[in-house]
Nanobody
Framework: QVQLVESGGGLVQAGGSLRLSCAAS????????MGWYRQAPGKQRERVAS???????DYADSVKGRFTISKSNAENTVYLQMNSLKPEDAAVYYC??????????????WGQGTQVTVSS
């Protein structure tokens, strides 16, 4: 089982920035897709940002130009840089990585979530 540990959430004022991290227990070099999702109270989980193994990225319209997904193969970590935060960005943020293990088995792992709170 691939473990993902998120960090970096917290309380920030509107207009501020946070960087979320998602550390994987194995190498992420052979990932197929990675993404960040969020879920606010009473709402469905939504995809915020994603990256394919080709390097192409995609963002929800609500965060385009403000959020950036990136990775560090050396650190086995996925990041989400969030700038110009708005109160509506407040949610629990989850990372997800889909990849292939060395034995050929595929995995689809989720982190435990990290809370982001934005004060107006």
């Amino acid at each position: 089982q691939v473990q993902l540990v998120e960090s970096g959430g917290g309380l920030v004022q509107a207009g501020g920035s946070l960087r979320l991290s998602c550390a994987a227990s194995i190498s992420i070099i052979s990932f197929r897709e990675m993404g960040w999702y969020r879920q606010a109270p009473g709402k469905q989980r939504e995809r915020v940002a994603s990256m394919l193994s080709s390097g192409s990225t995609d963002y929800a319209d609500s965060v385009k130009g403000r959020f950036t997904i990136s990775k560090s193969n050396a650190e086995n970590t996925v990041y989400l840089q969030m700038n110009s935060l708005k109160p509506e960005d407040a949610a629990v943020y989850y990372c997800n990585i889909k990849g292939t293990l060395v034995d050929g088995r595929r995995y689809d792992s989720w982190g435990q979530g990290t809370q982001v709170t934005v004060s107006s």
